[in-house]
């Protein structure tokens, strides 16, 4: 079985300041990862995600993640962060076996970014 | 592109109720999935639909059902509601293969009292 877990429920971090919103994995076979946004009151809005090559991936709002595959990790970064970045923050993975399997998400870390 | 529409936004309903939920996948998708967001479960899935067939299932009681329509237009169905069935309820459309992100609508609040 997949599962993702984010090791904290809240990151809060000042602005202008990099942050970084955890994630691991844990899956039987190769990981394809996904970074999600949900602003207040909204569906969730793709970020990024790490399918096969380069392991820093870049997304969209200046966001990047690294993964490491030795760590089972795929954390999410900025380099400065904003206080329109606050929101929560997901992270999900998905294995591709013999058919297409749901993308199995983490419980959210919610990122305050403080002016 | 229109993005993922969903429909009612919001719903208050009481226990003993059925209700059900419609969304609209971007044009050219043909997989909607459906999940539930809650507080303390974070987000779960429910069920995917692909090309009118359900394609995976999550681990929800028969209350939950879904269907999918030759738009690729879906539904879901909850009957008899629980208090417990109080979430957000999130439609997702991709085209379906391959490792392409999934888009997300704004979701439906279900309220059951």
């Known amino acids: 079985a997949q599962s993702v877990a984010q090791p904290e429920d809240q990151v809060n971090v000042a602005e202008g300041n990099p942050l970084t919103v955890k994630c691991t994995y844990s899956?039987?076979?190769?990981?394809?990862l996904f970074w999600y946004v949900q602003y207040p009151n909204r569906g969730l809005q793709f970020l990024l995600k790490?399918?096969?090559?380069?392991?820093l991936v870049k997304g969209s709002y200046g966001f990047e993640a690294e993964f490491n595959k030795s760590q089972t990790s795929f954390h999410l970064k900025k380099p400065s962060a904003l206080v329109s970045d606050s929101a929560l923050y997901f992270c999900a993975v998905r294995v591709m076996n013999s058919g297409n399997t749901p993308l199995v998400f983490g419980k959210g870390t919610r990122l305050s970014v403080i002016a | 592109k229109a993005g993922v529409t969903q429909t009612p936004r919001y719903l208050i309903k009481t226990r003993g109720q059925q209700v059900t939920l419609s969304c609209s996948p971007i044009?050219?998708?043909?997989?909607v999935s459906w999940y539930q967001q809650t507080p303390g479960q974070g987000l779960q899935f429910l069920f995917e639909?692909?090309?009118?067939?359900?394609?995976n299932k999550g681990n929800f009681p028969g209350r939950f059902s879904g269907r999918q329509f030759s738009n690729s237009r879906s539904e879901m169905n909850v009957s008899t509601l629980e208090l417990g069935d109080s979430a957000l309820y999130l439609c997702?459309?991709?085209?379906?293969?391959?490792?392409?992100?999934?888009?997300f609508g704004p979701g439906t609040r279900l309220t059951v009292l």
């Open positions: 044009s050219g998708h043909r997989s």
């Open positions: 899956v039987s076979g190769n990981p394809y």
């Open positions: 639909y692909f090309s009118e067939t359900q394609r």
């Open positions: 997702a459309s991709r085209t379906g293969q391959g490792h392409n992100e999934q888009f």
């Open positions: 790490y399918i096969t090559g380069d392991n």
